[in-house]
DNA sequence: CGTAGTCTTGACCTAGCTCAATCATAGTGG
DNA sequence: CCACTATGATTGAGCTAGGTCAAGACTACG
């Protein structure tokens, strides 16, 4: 299980370079790849921590990162899945509100702040794309919010399986899930159990079938998106 | 009481001129003072709608706002309440995601968008800030996330009270709700029924007192701060 | 005084949580 | 190659917080 986790990370790779969404994204960011350096995080291991310092940005090359916040309660926030493309840690702030941590073996590039806030500061196509990113996570959380509140267990995953397949190009509807149960439930703010339930749920009623326990094949993805309902 | 809601609107406006959390943040705004002009937008009334163009930028200068998206289901998620002196419709999308409705009368500068833009590429100071700013509202959107996975009736309507009584400047520990009680269940995924109920249960346990149905008295600080748990 | 909007309270019901047992899989060491 | 172990996933059997439905109560205002 774990070697499979670990493939999962190539895949992403190769495939972003071809995502057609991305291309469009990459132009803005070219700026950006003379400056960085090339990092590799183990899976489970830490990007940063909650409340360090925020020194640096980073680009997900390959793998994929999760946004942790804990509570003293011992519960688990996670506030975000990052994939291959997306970008890290750049919010501007002086410490970190949550951490990030390698659902799978990462590749990263990472940039130093102060030369990423001098770029902002000196290219405006750079800036303009900064501040669009910032407005479509702002955005994300806000429907995020709007599944937290108002959607039930099967709305919840449904909506899961449809953005994973959107955000990581995929061969013939097959999604793999490189996080756990656990983690999909602390990020969907469900418990495992439902998470699985759920998901013998769907299998059941055809809708989707498990090729292994974390390789789901999208079946009949129509159906999936009316058990998702509208967001 | 619809009497009372509008009172509350110029109290507003007057005490977050002597509020000193915003002093800190005004001066990068002075730039904006010239560019805009004021409006008034009546209670209930829509400042602009969900899809629209997002041909302008506004400043609270009394009153307060809800940031508001409406599900084909019927549901409504109350994403966020502003009040006076925070800022409004200033992400970098072209139109609108959700609406932004007068939850009292309200006094707005506006700014045209253009204008805006212009401010931003030309005077890195504020640029940053609106940075700063944006980064602030992501945050508050994840805190929201982990309050609506993991929070109990009591919990959010503590953190409510409390966030209410930060926000907007008070005298003697007692808040105004400018909203009705199914503006906070929307906001924080509830139904009117358990806001009630879970106030009417502070009340009992001594924690608030209610002057008027939409005057609160925070009584017990501490025992409130307990109710909401850590965040 | 009547009306309309808002708030409160009560009685019930259910989705999803908790607790607990079992199964599956990958990695390990002999 | 085969136990053995550890981690994760599934399944089952209750239980409860909070949702639903329904009936009143309060308040502002014409």
Redesign the interface.
């Known amino acids: 299980m774990l070697q499979s986790r670990t493939e999962v990370v190539a895949d992403y790779a190769l495939q972003t370079q071809v995502a057609p969404r991305r291309v469009l994204a990459r132009q803005p960011l070219q700026a950006l790849e003379t400056l960085g350096q090339q990092i590799t995080v183990r899976r489970g291991k830490e990007i940063y921590a909650e409340g360090a310092l925020a020194d640096h940005c980073y680009k997900i090359v390959s793998g994929s990162v999760r946004l942790v ?1 804990l ?3 011992g ?1 688990r ?1 996670i ?1 975000e899945f990052l994939v291959a493309g997306d970008l890290l840690g750049f ?3 002086d410490d970190r ?2 951490a990030a941590e390698a659902v799978s073996d990462c590749v990263l590039m990472r940039y130093s702040r102060r030369s990423v806030d001098t770029l ?2 000196e290219d ?1 196509a750079f ?2 794309h ?3 990113l ?6 994300g ?2 429907k ?3 599944l ?3 959607k039930t267990a099967q709305e919840r995953v449904a909506w899961f399986l449809l953005e994973l397949s959107e955000r990581t190009a995929n061969d013939n509807d097959c999604i793999q899930l490189p996080m756990t149960r656990g983690d999909i439930a ?1 990020y969907l ?1 469900m418990v495992i159990e439902t998470v699985s339930r759920t998901l013998t749920q769907l299998k059941e009623s055809g809708v989707i079938s498990m090729q292994s326990v974390n390789r789901i094949k999208l079946v009949d993805r129509d159906a999936l998106e009316d058990a998702r ?3």
Chains 1, 2 share one sequence.
């Open positions: 916040k509570m003293a309660d519960h926030q506030c919010e501007d702030e509100y949550f902002i500061t405006n800036a303009r900064m501040r669009h910032t407005a479509k996570g702002l955005e959380a806000y995020r919010m709007v937290l509140c108002h602390d703010g309902g509208d967001l």
